[in-house]
């Protein structure tokens, strides 16, 4: 069974850097057409992926977020991080890590992943 869990702070403050690790358990972040995605929800709005991390290790980040978001990975512990920079209070919201398995490319559609963890709450603030 493929488990996903999120951790990191569920505060950070305006202008600072928000980096939120994925942990995978029962898959490999490695896999040949596997990838691995950060989505988020503020409160009243609809999923919005922010980026997915290949097989490979290739960033693929929407273009609205392209300038202060980026993905890493440490495959040895089989874990992925977002790093999204200059935060604002509408960057708060649960984000969700998410996976699927073999496909020909990334997607951009959350309801495309197959694999997602609880959910983190994070809150923008002073």
């Known amino acids: 069974q493929v488990r996903l869990q999120e951790s990191g702070p569920g505060l950070v403050k305006p202008s600072e850097t928000l980096s939120l690790t994925c942990t995978v358990s029962?898959?490999?972040?490695?896999?040949?057409?596997?990838?691995f995605a950060w989505i988020r929800q503020a409160p009243g709005k609809d999923l919005e992926w922010l980026g997915t991390?290949?097989?490979?290790?290739?960033?693929y980040i929407g273009s609205s977020l392209r300038s202060r978001t980026s993905i890493s990975r440490d495959t040895a512990k089989n874990q992925f991080t977002l790093h999204l920079s200059s935060v604002t209070p509408e960057d708060t919201a649960v984000y969700y890590c998410?996976?699927?398995?073999?496909?020909?490319?990334?997607?951009?559609?959350?309801?495309?992943?197959?694999?997602w963890g609880q959910g983190t709450q994070v809150t923008v603030a002073s």
């Open positions: 998410a996976g699927t398995g073999p496909r020909p490319t990334y997607t951009l559609v959350p309801n495309e992943y197959q694999w």
């Open positions: 029962g898959a490999s972040i490695t896999t040949i057409d596997y990838y």
């Open positions: 991390i290949g097989f490979a290790g290739h960033n």
